[in-house]
């Protein structure tokens, strides 16, 4: 079995870092994509510096933190002081259960500017092109167009592109009805009752009768500014023992997984 560990939100904020380098340097995860936009990417560029053959990618962040292009270029994705409007907002929105609704909400032209801005910002700081293009939070049709046009013209992949043609089991959270990714609500209870770990190993039989597994989570430590830029906070640290344990360590070991990144399917 080929087994793929993806982290997302590099860079959101310090204890995400911290806990994303934990599950480098001491876990099993394979790749893990950028928040260029946030005000200390440039203090985490330089941990991928360090880290040269590793798989970073770009997880274009549209719904929190401040715009890397002009705000009056983007005024449909930004509030009046420059920061994303955030994706609770944006669910909550009538505009939203439309396709219509969404494109008006996240319009293309102004989409695809931050997206580029967003992608040159990583060459900018770490000298190299990312090794996969990802979506962050809510996915707008034309979000999703913007993505595959920057990963058409820098020939940088898609990651759902690669995960729709090569993976057959995605570990997915365990309610999405609790689930901050998906509800948008922060619930407390719900997020320290996750446990992948726990989920993982019941199903672990099935699993392993797949050639090709990826795993998605957001793995972190909790720091105050987490809280206050999104409601998928403590949940992180538990998907990061998911991705540093001993027990996974083992599952890999014993049954002679292949731990696998975008690099590799390319």
């Known amino acids: 079995m080929k087994l793929l560990v993806q982290g997302d939100d590099f860079g959101f904020t310090k204890a995400v870092t911290y806990g994303i380098l934990e599950a480098i340097d001491n876990g099993i995860l394979t790749c893990t994509g950028m928040f260029t936009n946030m005000e200390i990417a440039p203090w985490a560029a330089k941990f991928i510096k360090d880290r040269p053959n590793f798989c970073f990618g770009v997880d274009f962040n549209l719904v929190s933190g401040p715009s890397i292009s002009d705000p009056k270029k983007i005024p449909n994705l930004v509030d009046k002081d420059g920061n994303f409007i955030r994706s609770g907002v944006r669910v909550a929105d009538s505009k939203w259960k439309t396709k ?3 494109a008006e909400l996240f319009p293309y032209k102004e989409v695809y500017i931050e997206v580029r801005a967003q992608f040159d910002r990583f060459v900018e700081l770490t000298g190299k092109k990312p090794g996969y293009l990802h979506p962050h939070s809510i996915m707008p049709e034309t979000v999703l167009k913007a993505i595959k046009q920057v990963s058409k013209e820098e020939d940088v992949p898609f990651s759902m ?5 090569f993976f057959l089991t995605h570990m997915i959270p365990d309610d999405k009805s609790t689930d901050a990714s998906f509800s948008k609500v922060f619930n407390a209870e719900a997020q320290i009752k996750k446990d992948p770990l726990g ?5 672990k039989d099935e699993v392993l009768k797949h050639e090709y597994v990826a795993i998605m989570g957001h793995p972190g430590y909790l720091d105050a500014d987490l809280l206050n830029l999104t409601t998928l906070s403590i949940e992180r640290v538990k998907d990061l023992e998911f991705v540093t344990s001993s027990l996974m360590k083992e599952f890999i070991k014993k049954y002679n997984v292949k731990l696998i990144d975008y690099y590799d399917l390319v």
């Open 161 to 165: 592109d690669l995960l729709k043609d």
């Open 199 to 203: 989920k993982f190993m019941k199903n």
């Open 100 to 102: 219509e609704g969404r």
